[in-house]
Nanobody
């Protein structure tokens, strides 16, 4: 499975961005995709996750109500719509894939994209 994240950029607080994660390769019935982020000097943290087949999604408390994870099966793409961005959302955002739905640990994801930088100015 290969993942390619895109859509990052420099925005002001309160703005919106949509990240995309296009993937290729074999999927499986328990395929799960998610987003993590890593800010300078901090550990990589969970943002959101979603089953590729069927329903179910989770968000971290820090983004719940502002971010929305979605998918497009026809395009093999996962999205992260980020609204009401805050300076503390500044990080490199990574998309990941695995087979452990609900996992909020990076260890639950075997496949990773290269990351896309999101910078939110105050």
């Amino acid at each position: 499975v290969q993942l390619q994240a895109s859509g990052g950029g420099l925005v002001q607080a309160g703005d919106s961005l949509r990240l995309s994660c296009a993937f290729s390769g074999r999927t499986f019935s328990t395929f799960v995709m998610g987003w993590f982020r890593e800010a300078p000097g901090k550990e990589r943290e969970f943002v959101s996750t979603k089953r590729w087949l069927g329903g179910g999604e989770y968000y971290s408390n820090s983004v719940k109500g502002r971010f929305t994870i979605s998918k497009d099966h026809a395009k093999n793409t996962l999205y992260l719509q980020m609204n009401s961005l805050k300076p503390e959302d500044t990080a490199v955002y990574y998309c990941a894939a695995g087979d452990q739905f609900g996992s909020k640990s990076s260890e639950g994801y075997a496949y990773w994209g290269q990351g896309t930088q999101v910078t939110v100015s105050s």
